[in-house]
């Protein structure tokens, strides 16, 4: 895929500031989406929403306006809540769906488990009920692990199902999959939460619509990515199912995830779902993460170790090479016991950048 026209800011004049640019805009890493600058279609956005006083603290217009755009995405009975960040989105939703008895089943790989420094146990005051996966994703027989226990009092009820869309592991649920996992848990009592931190790679790779795997396949609530697809900062909980999601407008508050000036949130969400910008942006690094694995797959003592379904590529080669790499390009490794890499293609990352990488990687593998 072609890269994604775009404005270069960073030769565009502005308006005076006394800040100085402290980095190399050229420099490009594969640790992370949250590296990426913000898009330019929602830097403007955020300038469109400036200027002039509007009401504090979701009262605006710009956020009553958000929510017909998210229910042109995930149905009429849809509600959204901006936050902050995507740990807030996470320990919210999660608040709203088990009481402080309640417990959340998970896949021992998942956000919420291990890249959350415990919020949902220490802010959300819940119990999650990991599960081992092969590759990230539950199923209802894995459910079945830690779904059990119900009127015993000494065991933390477990009353909901979190999964992640795209995982931890760049994988990918079919909306079937979510569809028999709603089902199975909604026979149990159980409500299922989406951590949709890559929601947009999710739909591009499918080719579905948002509400496929999630509204239309049982889903209660979830939580929506921005910053990863091209925000400035900003994600949202959506509830889908009001019936039995409840209480949102006061568990965002005690949580500490209501903005002040939300229009500069609710905007940029205007920006990236009025029209494709959700899924140029997504399309485009899905495409960039297929062109890493393949320009890479054939460099002989480098491999594959995980489908690349999304922007995540996943590595293992020698940690001498990795620990070279590091020095040039930033990523992470993912088990420092194996030596796997992870690989993260941004929306911004070029054809260019793929192709410096690969080749910087199969000259440290010839110095081998």
């Known amino acids: 895929m072609a890269d994604s026209p775009m404005t270069d800011i960073s030769t565009t004049p502005g308006p005076k500031t006394d800040a100085t640019r402290r980095h190399d805009p050229a420099v490009r890493g594969f640790a992370s989406d949250n590296y ?34 998210f229910r042109r995405h995930f149905g009429d009975r849809a509600e959204a809540y901006p936050v ?103 026979q149990h009592g159980m409500l299922v939460h989406l951590d949709g931190s890559r929601i947009a790679n999710a739909a591009a790779s499918l080719g579905l619509p948002l509400r496929a795997f999630t509204t239309d396949a049982g889903v209660d609530v979830l939580s929506f990515g921005g910053t990863k697809n091209g925000l400035l900062f900003g994600e949202a909980v959506v509830v889908l199912n009001p019936e039995r999601v409840r209480n949102l407008k006061y568990l965002r508050k005690m949580s ?40 890479v797959g054939d460099i002989e003592g480098v491999t594959i170790v995980r489908p690349v379904q999304a922007n995540a590529v996943f590595a293992i080669l020698p940690r001498e ?26 929306y911004d990352t070029t054809e260019a950048d793929i192709d410096a990488f690969a080749a910087a990687i199969a000259e440290e593998m010839g110095r081998l």
């Open 321 to 346: 090479v990795s620990e070279r790499l590091q020095k040039h390009y930033r990523f992470y490794f993912w088990d420092e016991h194996t030596g796997e890499v992870r690989w993260m293609a941004s």
């Open 256 to 295: 500490m995830q209501l903005a002040s000036k939300m229009r500069f949130v609710s905007v940029q969400f205007e920006a990236l779902l009025s029209g494709d910008l959700w899924l140029r942006n997504a399309s485009h690094s899905n495409a960039m993460a297929q062109r890493l694995a393949k320009a």
């Open 36 to 69: 990426a600058g913000v898009h330019p279609e929602i830097l403007a956005a955020i300038a469109l929403a400036n200027g002039g006083h509007q009401v504090a603290y979701g009262e605006d217009d710009y956020t009553a306006h958000l929510q017909d755009v």
């Open 84 to 186: 902050f960040n995507g740990t807030g989105a996470n320990v919210v939703a999660l608040q709203a769906l088990v009481p402080r008895w309640g417990a959340v089943v998970a896949a021992a790989t998942a956000h919420i488990n291990v890249d959350e420094c415990g919020a949902p146990e220490k802010i959300a005051g819940l119990k999650l009920l990991t599960v081992p996966t092969p590759d990230g994703k539950l199923t209802p027989e894995l459910i079945d692990q830690q779904a059990w226990g119900w009127g015993d009092e000494h065991r933390a009820q477990p009353l909901a199902v979190s999964i992640t869309q795209s995982t931890e592991l760049g994988t990918l649920y079919t909306a079937e999959e979510i569809k028999a996992i709603c089902e199975h848990a909604h």
